[in-house]
Each structure stands twice: as structure tokens, then as C-alpha cells.
């Protein structure tokens, strides 16, 4: 979803996020590959209780998107 603002074009950006539970400092790359992460939108919390286990994640977490900015 998007929408103009004066000369500003603002959009939505809560979809087709990837996350990964762990610590990925070399995701920071853009070739990074992390098509075996999850995808997800947000909000999103890794600590809820993943496949409704009693057990709650305690750790880091990665997350990830590409953003496509026109050159305009």
C-alpha cells in the first residue's frame, strides 16, 4: 500500500520481511542468502512460544528485507 505526500511516496513496509533466530552479522550484506529463513510480516515477536510449545525462545534474532528505492 502506498500513498503520496507532497512530492514523498509512503508505503507501507510491514510485508515480506525474512527472520531467522540466531546471530547473522553477515546478513548486514545484500547477497547474503536467506532463503532458508522464515518469512514473515509484522508485528512479530520470536518469542512467542513456536509451534505452541510450552518453551519461549531466549537469543538473539535476525531480521531481514530488501528495500527498493527508486532513484527519483
Known amino acids: ?20 533466530h ?8 545484500p547477497d547474503f542468502d536467506d532463503s532458508q529463513w522464515y518469512d514473515i510480516g509484522l508485528p512479530h515477536s520470536f518469542g512467542i512460544p513456536y ?6 525462545y531466549v537469543g538473539y534474532g535476525c531480521y531481514r528485507k530488501k528495500l527498493y528505492v527508486e532513484k527519483a
Do not use: C, H, V
Not at 500500500?1 to 531467522?20: H, P, T, V, Y
Open 1 to 20: 500500500m502506498s500513498s503520496r505526500a507532497g512530492n514523498r511516496i509512503q508505503r507501507l513496509e510491514n510485508n515480506d520481511w525474512k527472520f531467522m
Open 22 to 29: 540466531g546471530d547473522f552479522p553477515e546478513a548486514e550484506t
Open 51 to 56: 509451534f505452541m510449545t510450552n518453551e519461549f
